[in-house]
């Protein structure tokens, strides 16, 4: 069997092997865009908190430091978006990992005054895709620096720093928002974080796993 990646996938899986992130353009349409906003607001009654105050490190393989915020249920737009065929062979070229299966997804809904410390996400999210619903969504926290670090030292990054850090080698990254594309990020390699909101915010959230 053949175990090597196709020869134009291999620029794509440097790129994303380096920077841990892609924008993935042209994947959402604006009628699609439109309904996942209006989804998300139609069920916010269905919001369960998601709320806890320990730092530790997950069974899943994730890290997690406190956080404050809300998770909707998807509806059926955002289950037919999450499984779409060709929502997943876009990013399979964008990010040259060619066996990612989708693994669903659910809206965050963050209200004024939540967050989410440093984190990593679960080992089913070897690629996180993130579209924001509120168009002044504030950027997340991103530490590519810290790819691929084990939990003991984003512990001791969290100590030293906080669970906000700022400073060199801590910078941000924005998420589209109506323009048809969808920010791709290495949720379970790279960890990020989101500093306490102004105003309340919505952020569809897909999780694609590497078999």
Same mark, same amino acid.
């Given at each position: !069997?053949?175990?090597?990646?196709?020869?134009?996938?291999?620029?794509?899986?440097?790129?994303?092997?380096?920077?841990?992130?892609?924008?993935?353009?042209?994947?959402?349409?604006?009628?699609?865009?439109?309904?996942?906003?209006?989804?998300?607001?139609?069920?916010?009654?269905?919001?369960?908190?998601?709320? %806890?105050?320990?730092?530790?490190?997950?069974? @899943?393989? *994730?890290?997690? *430091?406190?956080?404050?915020?809300?998770? /909707?249920?998807?509806?059926?737009?955002?289950?037919?978006?999450?499984? @779409?065929?060709?929502?997943?062979?876009?990013?399979?070229?964008?990010?040259? /990992?060619?066996?990612? /299966?989708?693994?669903?997804?659910?809206?965050?809904?963050?209200?004024? =005054?939540?967050?989410?410390?440093? %984190?990593?996400?679960?080992?089913?999210?070897?690629?996180?895709?993130?579209?924001?619903?509120?168009? @002044?969504?504030?950027?997340?926290?991103?530490?590519?620096?810290? !790819?691929?670090?084990?939990?003991?030292?984003?512990?001791?990054?969290?100590?030293?720093?906080?669970?906000?850090?700022?400073?060199?080698?801590?910078?941000?990254?924005?998420?589209?928002?109506? @323009?048809?594309?969808?920010?791709?990020?290495? =949720?379970?390699?790279?960890?990020?974080?989101?500093?306490?909101?102004?105003?309340?915010?919505?952020?569809?959230?897909?999780?694609?796993?590497?078999?």
């Amino acid at each position: !069997m053949d175990t090597e990646a196709p020869v134009d996938r291999l620029p794509a899986r440097a790129a994303w092997e380096e920077t841990g992130t892609a924008i993935v353009p042209g994947v959402l349409e604006s009628d699609r865009f439109k309904g996942l906003v209006e989804e998300a607001h139609g069920r916010v009654d269905l919001v369960a908190p998601h709320v %806890h105050e320990h730092t530790a490190a997950h069974r @899943d393989g *994730s890290f997690a *430091s406190p956080v404050h915020c809300g998770f /909707i249920p998807p509806g059926p737009v955002l289950e037919t978006l999450a499984y @779409d065929k060709a929502l997943l062979m876009a990013l399979r070229e964008a990010t040259g /990992i060619p066996r990612l /299966i989708p693994r669903g997804g659910a809206v965050v809904l963050y209200k004024e =005054g939540d967050f989410q410390g440093l %984190h990593v996400d679960s080992v089913k999210s070897t690629v996180t895709v993130a579209v924001a619903l509120s168009e @002044d969504l504030p950027p997340m926290g991103w530490a590519p620096d810290l !790819m691929g670090a084990f939990p003991d030292r984003l512990g001791e990054v969290v100590t030293e720093h906080g669970m906000f850090p700022e400073g060199e080698g801590f910078t941000t990254l924005a998420h589209p928002y109506g @323009d048809g594309s969808v920010r791709a990020f290495a =949720g379970y390699h790279v960890p990020h974080w989101r500093r306490p909101m102004t105003s309340t915010g919505l952020l569809v959230t897909m999780s694609f796993m590497d078999l």
